[in-house]
């Protein structure tokens, strides 16, 4: 009898591991899609990402290089100091959205150029995403924010 309990047991212990296991794994395929990592526009030239490869890049937009084209496409250029990538966007742009200051896009990279499907832009004068700051302080050109 004692032995029929032992086996149940053991049973019931590796069907709850198998399922523990089936579980992790659903997870993680269902948020694959969901992870994008961040870039530098230096860590793009360095390293091209693949193509097709959703990932966010960030750092300042160059002075006079935002070009509004046919329609709703924009055309701008991102820079850490140390690189600069070109960008295009179709749509919408956040108010605070201009030259000389941060911007997180998501998108990919495509011949060249980062395809965004999405921008962010700084909220008000001192905010700027902390992957941007991180990204400037390590090409040595960010300033902290004056007047605060």
């Known amino acids: 009898m004692k032995s ?7 049973q019931v212990i590796v069907v709850a591991a198998v399922a523990l296991t089936v579980a992790t794994g659903m997870i993680g395929y269902a948020m694959r899609d969901g992870i994008n990592f961040f870039r530098a526009p230096s860590q793009i030239m360095a390293e091209p990402p693949a193509p097709g490869e959703v990932f966010r890049i960030g750092g300042l937009v160059e002075e006079g290089s935002i070009v509004r084209g046919e329609g709703e496409t924009i055309r701008f250029v991102v820079t850490d100091g140390g690189a600069s990538v070109p960008v ?5 742009l956040p108010d605070l959205f201009a030259e000389n200051q941060g911007m997180v ?3 990919s990279y495509v011949n060249g150029t980062f395809e965004a499907t999405e921008i962010l832009a700084k909220h008000d004068e001192t905010y700027m995403p902390a992957e941007v700051v991180d990204a400037l302080k ?4 960010y300033k902290e924010p004056s007047g605060s």
């Open 138 to 141: 390590e090409q040595g050109v």
């Open 88 to 92: 295009t966007f179709s749509g919408v």
């Open 4 to 10: 029929l309990k032992k086996k149940r047991r053991v």
């Open 105 to 107: 896009g998501t998108g």
